[in-house]
């Protein structure tokens, strides 16, 4: 994996295209800045509102034993997701690079942590969440085709596959596509979530209360059960870091970036909160804890002929999901590539469209393959350990830049409280996991140090002594994508 280097100015070496960019231009290959404040917030509210809302908030429920204490964990999961990205807010105004955590620890630690972190990613993060996202929404396509029965296996792997490749396609073609899909996608989910908060206010309204009545009778009093709810009530807001992963093409970042979390965070806890609460007064405790899909179940109770709308707002609910993830983390390969960490073909972008065309299909092709796992929801089990260990590891990197730079220009500077409590609640969501479910965390452990062999082989390493067979082959095949992507590499922003 070669080391970057900046898009030649003339021509290219070696019979390459010679570079679009005229003398005495001041057009750069370079990431166009193209996300506006209303793409921001509709990225982050996206990708946190997945299908998990409608589908499966039962898990706080679970553990919590009660209404009472299930609205304060979501109330409590809210405060403290609004803590990380108020921290994310400073680091991405400080660092003002793309790619998130794995940007933020290569600034902090150094090479080799964001390598792990890149590695992680790579291998079972990013595509095991979009595999398991495309499923999800080809499930809730083709239930109206198949009422009274499970959809065929193939007919399922199938229509996700086509979801992945269509949005990759999207992504690809121009940037301001993408965004405007991601738009559009979470209006439609917010206004689906926001006709069943209507439904259950009205029902408030005209009495229905008795689901109320003894709120917090039969709470968890046992602080692991606890835990655990505080931890399925996390992982739902998870995705409030999405905006990072493209910091370099935000219109105005130091103003927008801050800004778009700022708006889109309280958004996010109100709806999940009020939601709840609608569930809650339909629907007794054994009902939602029994039903595979809470929403339809609600939708069945209240919407009658319409109960439709519902498994149609899940699909599109994933489907916005899946391109805010794909738009995220294909600039995580496209900046790890750029650092010398993937192969330099990776931080190509197409000649016009400037989108990272070799990136897009590396994450899109990545994705196909974990559909071919069959029991892929499994492999979900396996990375909690080292989201939240990464996460905690870049807020860490907060505290250690404000010690070792103390005099850096940050446009948002907060208070130490926000990323110190923020440290200390992530050792506890570090801490649980390994607790809960021992197999799975060490199986993600594992999976993270399987990366430590090759970040000295092909990082660490010098491309001298590296196996000449892989610098040949890392050689073609950079010469190949760069003529089929018609991609030169990325130059590196003069303010960086």
Known sequence: MASYSPAPTKEVPNGGTPSLKSEGSDESMKLKKEISLVNGVCLIVGNMIGSGIFVSPKGVLMHSASYGLSLVVWTVGGIFSVF????????GTTITKSGASYAYILEAFGGFLAFIRLWTSLLIIEPTSQAVISITFSNYMMQPLFPT???????????????????????????????????????????????VIITGL??????????????????????????????????????????????????????????????????????????????????????ILDSEAVAVTFADKVFGVMNWTIPLAVALSCFGGLNASILA????????????????????????????????????????VYLCVEDVFQLINYYSF????????????????RWKQPDRHRPLKLSLFYPIIFCILTIFLVVVPLYSDT?????????????????????Y????????????????????????????????????
């Open 386 to 401: 080292s989201y939240w260990f990464f996460v905690g590891l870049s807020i860490l990197g907060q505290l250690y830049l």
């Open 202 to 287: 009205v029902k408030i309204g005209q009495g229905h209360t008795q689901n109320f009545e003894g709120l917090f009778e039969g709470s968890s009093q046992d602080a692991g059960h606890i835990a655990l709810a505080l931890y399925s009530a996390l992982f739902s807001y998870s995705g409030w870091d999405t905006l990072n992963f493209v910091t370099e093409e935000i219109k105005n970042p130091e103003r927008n970036l801050p800004l778009a979390i700022a708006i889109s965070m309280p958004i996010v806890t109100v709806i999940y909160i009020l939601t709840n609460v609608a569930y809650y007064t339909i629907l007794p405790i054994n009902a």
């Open 439 to 459: 197999t799975n965390s060490l199986i993600g452990i594992g999976i993270a140090l399987s990366g430590v062999p090759v970040y000295f082989l092909c990082c």
């Open 149 to 195: 029965c499970v959809a065929p296996y193939l007919a399922n792997r199938l229509l996700a596959a086509a979801c992945i490749c269509l949005l990759t396609f999207v992504n690809c073609a121009y940037v301001k596509w993408g965004t405007r899909v991601q738009d559009f996608f979470t209006y439609a989910k917010v206004i689906a979530l926001i006709a």
């Open 329 to 368: 983390s294909s600039r995580l390969f496209f900046v790890g590539s750029r650092e010398g960490h993937l192969p330099d073909y990776l931080c190509m972008i197409h000649v016009h469209r400037y989108t990272p065309i070799p990136a897009l299909l590396f994450n899109g092709i990545m994705a196909l």
């Open 461 to 496: 390493t010098s491309a001298s002594r590296r196996p000449l067979c892989l610098r040949r082959f890392i050689a073609a095949s950079g010469r190949l994508i760069q003529k089929v992507c018609f991609s030169v590499l990325t130059e590196m922003d003069k303010t960086e």
């Open 84 to 91: 990380g990205a108020l921290c994310y807010a400073e680091l």
